[in-house]
């Protein structure tokens, strides 16, 4: 009898517990391997789930952009799911029943997806620039991290296989035809334009934070921390005092703890 | 036209007419009864003179080598299989269209009444190629090959393939040289390109490699030396592909070094009815930066033995072992073995048994596999002439296992049980040979014993394919 009752209570508890224990999330290894755009999309992903509360396990893998069912880091493994990438890991999450972004209205949440398509848009392509279309930042940072996690000649043929695709998604997306000017003008534009919004907030809407500002703090906090040979962006983004504030803020709140790794 | 002289004769011979020896006398000569084979072993018979028309650009030397054991003969019978013996080598460089060769009696002043010439005419040529059906496991493909033959004299070929099948597409060029003048030991080194489809295990690859081989043969049997690099780069093939196997997504590096050794004594390579094959292959890898991986070694017996009443009984055994040689080599699931199909493990699905998850096959690092088949000439007839000869009934009894063994702990524990879990089939069908290109079964199949993972096919199995245990 006592059986019984433990087992019905066990089903009860499992139904209400819509979060395992182990889930995954898969990125390159971050010491010699990853480069600028999937570390700024690995870190939004990482800093969005310590916002909701959520566990998870981080592992690096060399192969995980082959592993990723879309071909993109980062991708968690969830049960018998497959999820890569920002967004879809949000709406994934939201199902889950774990939501930052409820308290907005309609409008709000209307404008909060406009502002993560401009930073889709202008921060990660401006990103994507600076890894693949200029030539010293090609040949000393992305080709040799790219290849270093083959052995020759692999790391020669797959760098600059991977060179010649994202060069020509560029120039599809009219990005690889723009100088360094251009682009550092269009990174201008976003960071005022995000600049306004966050205005003296402590988060992008209101006081608690949202999708938004885990999507934002990924890119600037890449752009500032990262140590490349042209460094034009993290001196366009730190005229923005309420920016770098805002990085420094939720690094502190978020990842100094250093919850998962 | 250029001819080569073996032997200079006496006096230069005016060109005549020579007595053919009709084809059909040829094969009388060497290949009726034992007893016409003595009649004309006896008669004695000189060689003065070996002669081959029709070179132009192939080097004399290596035509010399294939043809001068003519001149060792000592009777009738000899000459015509030694001559017989030369063209099939003529043949097997592969750059002549047409060899024929006809024996003569021997003209000039000091010839004797035994003394013969034989002259060989052969038609050179410089492209080949052809489109040719291939038959697979279960598949098929189109080959189409092109052929540059005889590059600087000496056979050396280029090969250009392209095959398109139903699992895989592949491209290769391969340059080949016949060493010492030999056809028999050949060197070949090339490059290649291979996409194939593995649907048990859900996942597709693109193999590029370079390699290269050497053929020859010793008094046992034919050697394969290979050295070969491969780019391998493992994709999955849908989103339900089992985790286990995603894990192994992207790029790898192989270099492998290989022995096989091959001695096939059977009558026929589809449906034999006596003889014994034997191949035994060996590899040595590294993966990646691990220049000492793994080692792989593969072992396959046949044996056919011929009973009264038609009947032909044959056994197989194979098997396989792999340990890698440093530890924390991961050793990618294309090296694993697999066991399973219709024409090995039958009963069983394509590759279907031993370790799996999510309904992928994993495949593992060792497997033994062995049967016992009693075939029967059909009950029955079909059709007229040696069409009855195509077809066989068989009943087979078959057994395996497949598993990982582990040689760092318990690896008694783990060959012990492979050996206990033993899977075992048993089924009778009707086999039927198409023109020496493939084997083609439907057989009734009772999987006795199964085990946890495999995925059986109780009933009526079709398979087609050549290779077979």
Partial sequence: MASLLADAFAVEIGAKEPWPDNVSLYQPFEVGQILLPDFAACLGVKTYLSMCGLNYELVFKKNAEHMSPSGKVPFMHIGPFLISEFDPIVAFVNTKGFHLSSHLEETERGEMRAYMSLVDNVLLNAELYLSWCQEDVVTEVSRPRYGSVYPWPLNKVLSWKKYYEERRRLKAMGWAQKTLEEVCEEVKTCCQALSEKLDKNLYFFGDNPSELDALVYGHLYTLLTTVLPVSRFAEIIQEFDNLSQFVSRIDSKYHSKDLQH | ?469
């Fill in chain 2, 1 to 469: 036209m250029e001819s080569v002289r073996a032997k200079e004769p006496p006096t230069t011979t005016p060109k005549q007419q020579p007595q053919k020896l009709k084809p059909v006398h040829r094969m009388l000569l060497g290949f009726t009864g034992k007893e016409d084979r003595n009649i004309f072993n006896q008669i004695p018979a000189h060689v003065n003179k070996v002669h081959v028309d029709g070179l132009e650009h192939t080097k004399h030397d290596i035509v010399i080598k294939q043809v001068k054991d003519v001149l060792e003969a000592q009777s009738i019978g000899e000459i015509c299989v030694r001559a017989h013996t030369a063209q099939s080598k003529l043949r097997k460089l592969d750059i002549f269209k047409d060899i024929q060769f006809f024996i003569d009696t021997s003209k000039g002043k000091q010839s004797g009444t035994n003394d013969y010439e034989v002259i060989f005419e052969v038609e050179e040529r410089r492209l080949g190629g052809g489109i040719h059906g291939e038959v697979g496991t279960n598949d098929g493909a189109v080959r189409t090959a092109f052929k540059f033959l005889n590059l600087f004299g000496r056979a050396e070929n280029v090969n250009m393939e392209y095959s398109y099948g139903t699992k895989m597409t592949s491209g290769s060029l391969m340059f080949s040289k016949p060493l010492f003048e030999n056809p028999d030991i050949l060197f070949r080194t090339g490059g290649y390109q291979h996409h194939g489809e593995y649907p048990w295990s859900g996942y597709r690859t693109i193999d590029r490699g370079l390699l290269a081989d050497i053929q020859f043969p010793s008094r046992l049997g034919s050697h394969t030396l290979s050295c070969e690099g491969v780019w391998r780069e493992l994709g999955c093939m849908n989103r339900t592909t089992a985790f286990a196997v995603r894990e192994q997504a992207g790029h790898s590096l192989k270099y492998a070094l290989k022995h096989v050794f091959a001695r096939d004594h059977r009558d026929n390579n589809i449906l034999p009815n006596k003889g014994t094959l034997f191949t035994c292959t060996q590899e040595l890898a590294g993966v990646d930066d691990k220049v000492l991986g793994f080692v792989k070694h593969n072992m396959e017996f046949q044996a056919f033995k011929q009973l009264p009443l038609s009947t032909v009984f044959q056994l197989s055994l194979g098997g396989g072992i792999m340990k890698p040689l440093q530890s924390g080599t991961e050793v990618s699931i294309q090296d694993h073995f697999f066991l399973g199909g219709p024409l090995t493990l039958r009963g069983f699905n394509i590759n279907a048994v031993g370790p799996s998850s999510d309904g992928n096959a994993l495949g593992a690092n060792a497997y033994w596999l062995g049967g016992l088949h009693l075939y029967t000439p059909l009950p029955f007839r079909i059709g007229k002439g040696g069409f009855d000869d195509h077809f066989r009934t068989h009943m087979f009894v078959n057994a395996g296992s497949l598993g990982n063994v582990n040689f760092d702990s318990n690896m008694k524990e783990d060959l012990q049980r492979l050996a206990e879990t033993y899977r075992l089939s048993y089924g009778l069908g009707i086999v039927v040979r198409i023109g020496g290109l493939a084997r083609l079964e439907l057989n009734y199949c009772v999987p006795a014993q199964v085990r946890q993972g495999d995925s059986s096919n109780v009933g009526l199995q079709f398979g087609i394919g050549v290779t077979f245990s």
